[in-house]
């Protein structure tokens, strides 16, 4: 597994005030996980919902990217300053 820490947070092409987070890639990239810090509004606030199928953009602080999608009916939980996505496809890195 390898963890990358990121910076800045795009989710649907907006972005997320945060304090940035971790991501987790296992051996493949199918299976990933993002642990996003400390966001000032909460998703609905955003104008995003949980039923929502989201598109994440996240930046490195060498400006690597990764996209990939992620769904939050079952696969999102909230903790108190911790929002944790779990992959729902192919993690790409630019």
Same mark, same amino acid.
């Given at each position: 597994?390898?963890? &990358?820490?990121? @910076?800045? &947070?795009? +989710? *649907?092409?907006?972005? +997320? #005030?945060?304090?940035?987070?971790? %991501? /987790?890639?296992? *051996?493949?990239? =199918? *299976?990933?996980?993002?642990?996003?810090? #400390?966001? &000032? %509004?909460? %998703?609905? =606030?955003?104008?995003?919902?949980?039923?929502?199928?989201?598109?994440? @953009?996240?930046?490195?602080?060498? #400006?690597?990217?990764?996209?990939?999608? /992620?769904?939050? /009916?079952? *696969?999102?939980?909230? @903790? @108190?300053?911790?929002? &944790?996505?779990?992959?729902?496809? =192919?993690?790409?890195?630019?």
């Amino acid at each position: 597994m390898r963890d &990358v820490e990121i @910076k800045l &947070v795009y +989710i *649907n092409d907006q972005f +997320i #005030d945060c304090r940035g987070g971790t %991501l /987790s890639i296992e *051996n493949h990239a =199918e *299976n990933w996980q993002f642990e996003m810090y #400390d966001p &000032v %509004l909460t %998703l609905e =606030e955003e104008g995003l919902h949980h039923t929502d199928e989201y598109y994440l @953009k996240l930046y490195t602080a060498d #400006d690597a990217m990764f996209t990939g999608r /992620s769904f939050t /009916s079952e *696969n999102i939980e909230r @903790k @108190k300053e911790l929002l &944790v996505f779990e992959g729902a496809g =192919e993690l790409h890195e630019a």
